[in-house]
């Protein structure tokens, strides 16, 4: 099909009647799995609350993976990466296929044997002291709120926008207000149950549009024409705007002069993609929730061959946008572009969200919209939960060592509500990004922060010699020359396709993927030279927390929780459970207080109850009701006689069989991603 410009810019469609009722549905559907998942788990403890009991099986597990990955941000960036430069931004997918599966094979059984709620937390328990522990929290909560809740509000305010048509307030309030009911009452559970549904819906919704772009656009040899041939009829002259790229169908490109040169590829966007699969609390924390290992691996597994799918229903459709829709979404002149989409840049945002409302009918318009509200409700809660958790069990328990498992329980949903708030402010920054480049500069924080990051975590868990000193300096180092290829990048932004390159050679020549591999390099000989400049590390900041050690004997439950964590966390009781050491001064206590407290009469007693009974009544009932959503009100049903805490330990054993089906597994989907990768290249 030849390139067709529209008659009038912009996207003009409007849902209708029953795309509003297929919405109204998608939000009863989340919300009745969100509250079924929450009386399925026990959400008034620690582990049950932001591990989900450690109970998931491996496929909630994947797609809650898959879901938590793909945001609104992939839709729309991933198919105007493809409208704009071809293929190349898939490999930022197929990567993931590789580094999910090093997750589940070679981090998460050392993450297991260690025992850990949180990412920080484990560098605390390898290295010993606070300071890297606290370091790595405050930057994860930096990263979490200043990128991926400003990418995610960045693609799900353009969509609402350009199909809806809302008050942008008024519908990022309702989308946040759903997502933080059940993410506030459930915790991780929910999240992931709800995850999994999402998955769902997105996989249909995007695979339905996928067909009717074919259909559209004549099929795959029409794409594979069409798309050299879609050069927008508007655009500056003797430049390459709106030009589309000779190698737009490889993945592999110049190593000097491309947009992605595939050393860089292959090396530096390894190192930041395993910060994100191996060591970010997001991705992490859902696998710790599998009830086993194996299970774990599973989801990975699941997580991996869902990687693949991005590529057909996101970056192919954007490019097909880009032939039906030429003059709109690679429009080249800035001024033509600022009358279609607000955005001097570039128009190729709009890929997706154009082929929504121009191509599907009535009702199906409404399902891809419930596919990109899940896309980013999903991204959200994952981010709600995990920045909860890090700043629940890393930095409040740091400061207040002796917290109730209840006040950790409050803290972490209130905190919950702050990110709310923190994501509803951010709108209008979010609005004067729209002219591009704000938004770009946001990403690259991420880029230049997490390959130091990426190399604490990998000499931690693979070197056993690695201490605190060499962790500490090098990372502090490795983030010190990030910020300032970062900052420098603030300063001289990228030329447009149309001017001419005046930035400093450091920039104009040395491509932010070769600064990627630089700057692990560089991290990697400090940490290196000082940890064997410096004293070894003690034996218990390695035995089971490294890859070598992992299978070292390990204290009893109760042992290690009393010696690890301030409180025990039971799955069932909210009271902090006495360990062996602690029964002695526990009766103490209660023979001094029974010989202190004075005899009461039967009428004294009879009193002392009738008043416990009114002040339970005078109790608001909008607290009780609160409790009541939030799981919390068992503990005054259950303090008086508490079972028998049991202590939720996953297992680094397999079952032989179940070895040997996810090693098969793992041989079959390597071999499927070298060979798209091989056939791409």
């Given amino acids: 099909m030849s390139p067709s410009p529209s008659s009038s810019p912009g996207i003009k469609t409007t849902l209708e009647t029953v795309d509003i009722v297929v919405l109204v549905v998608y939000f009863i559907v989340v919300l009745a799995v969100g509250f079924w998942s929450m009386w399925r788990t026990k959400r008034s403890t620690v582990d049950g609350y932001f591990l989900a009991g450690k109970s998931m099986s491996w496929w909630p597990v994947g797609l809650s993976l898959f879901a938590s990955n793909i945001g609104s941000g992939h839709f729309i960036g991933l198919a105007g990466s493809g409208a704009a ?34 990412m920080p937390e484990y560098l605390q328990r390898r290295f010993g002291g606070r300071r890297i522990q606290l370091f790595i929290a405050v930057l994860y909560l930096f990263i979490y709120i200043f990128t991926k809740i400003s990418v995610d509000m960045y693609a799900g305010a353009l969509f609402i926008k350009l199909a809806l048509q809302w008050d942008i307030y008024f519908a990022v309030g309702l989308l946040l207000s759903v997502t933080a009911l059940y993410t506030v009452a459930g ?39 069409g798309y050299a041939n879609a050069i927008p009829s508007v655009h500056v002259p003797n430049s390459t705007c709106g030009i589309p790229r000779d190698d737009a169908f490889h993945l592999f490109r110049d190593p000097l002069n491309s947009d992605l040169p595939w050393p860089g ?30 299970h774990a691996k599973g989801g990975s597994l699941l997580a991996s061959y869902l990687k693949i799918l991005p590529f057909f229903i996101m970056t192919l459709p954007g490019m097909i946008s880009r032939i039906l829709f030429t003059d709109d979404v690679a429009c080249a002149d800035p001024e033509l572009c600022k009358q279609i989409c607000d955005n001097p840049v570039s128009c190729s945002d709009t890929a997706y969200p154009r082929l929504v409302m121009e191509l599907l009918p009535a009702g199906l318009r409404g399902l891809m919209m419930a596919v990109m509200i899940a896309a980013l409700m999903s991204s959200l809660t994952s981010v709600f939960n995990s920045s909860s958790t890090i700043f629940t069990m890393d930095l409040w328990k740091t400061f207040r060592s002796h917290a109730s498992e209840w006040e950790l329980m409050i803290v972490g949903r209130v905190f919950v509500l702050v990110l709310v708030v923190v994501s509803v402010l951010w709108i209008p920054l979010v609005q004067a990004s729209q002219g591009g480049q704000l938004f770009i500069y946001i990403q690259s924080i991420s880029t230049y922060l997490q390959p130091p990051v990426s190399i604490i975590f990998l000499m931690g868990c693979f070197w056993t010699r690695t201490n605190e000193k060499g962790a500490f300096w090098g990372l502090a180092l490795g983030l010190l020359i990030g910020c300032i290829r970062m900052f420098l990048d603030f300063i001289y932004p990228a030329p447009l396709c149309y001017e001419d390159d005046e930035r400093p050679e450091v920039l104009k020549y040395v491509h932010y993927l070769y600064f990627s591999t630089l700057l692990s390099f560089i991290t990697l000989v400090v940490v290196v030279v000082i940890s064997l400049a410096t ?37 069932i009781s909210l009271e902090v459970i006495p360990t062996p050491r602690m029964k002695c001064k526990l009766e103490e206590k209660k023979k001094r207080a029974a010989m202190e407290t004075p005899v009461l009469t039967a009428v004294d007693s009879a009193s002392t109850v009738s008043i416990r009974g009114m002040q339970r009544q005078k109790q608001s009932r909008l607290t009780s009701a609160i409790y009541w959503l939030c799981g919390m009100e068992r503990q005054t049903q259950r303090e008086n006689n508490p079972p028998v805490p049991k202590v939720t330990v996953v297992s680094l054993e397999e079952k032989r069989w179940i070895r040997l089906l996810v090693n098969v597994n793992l041989i079959v989907c390597l071999s499927v991603a070298a060979f798209i990768i091989g056939y791409w290249a």
Avoid: H
């Fill in 535 to 571: 004293e070894k590390p003690k034996p218990e900041q390695v035995s089971c927390l490294t890859w070598f050690t992992r299978f070292d004997p390990v204290d009893t439950p109760e042992e290690k929780q009393e010696q690890i964590f301030p409180l025990e966390r039971s799955s």
């Fill in 265 to 294: 590829i292959i090396i530096g966007m390894s190192i930041p993609s395993m910060w994100y699969w191996c060591s970010d609390q997001v991705i992490v924390q859902r696998s710790l929730a599998a009830k086993s290992l194996s």
């Fill in 85 to 118: 430069a071809g293929i190349g931004a898939i490999t930022y997918e197929w990567n993931g296929m590789l580094m999910v599966l090093v997750l589940g094979w070679l981090f998460l059984p050392i993450y297991i044997a260690a025992g850990v709620t949180t």
């Fill in 187 to 225: 915790g991780l559970a929910a999240v992931i149950y709800t995850d999994a549904i999402q998955t769902a819906i997105m996989l249909i919704g995007a695979l339905t549009l996928m067909g009717f772009s074919f259909a559209e656009v004549g099929g795959w040899d029409a794409l594979m024409e």
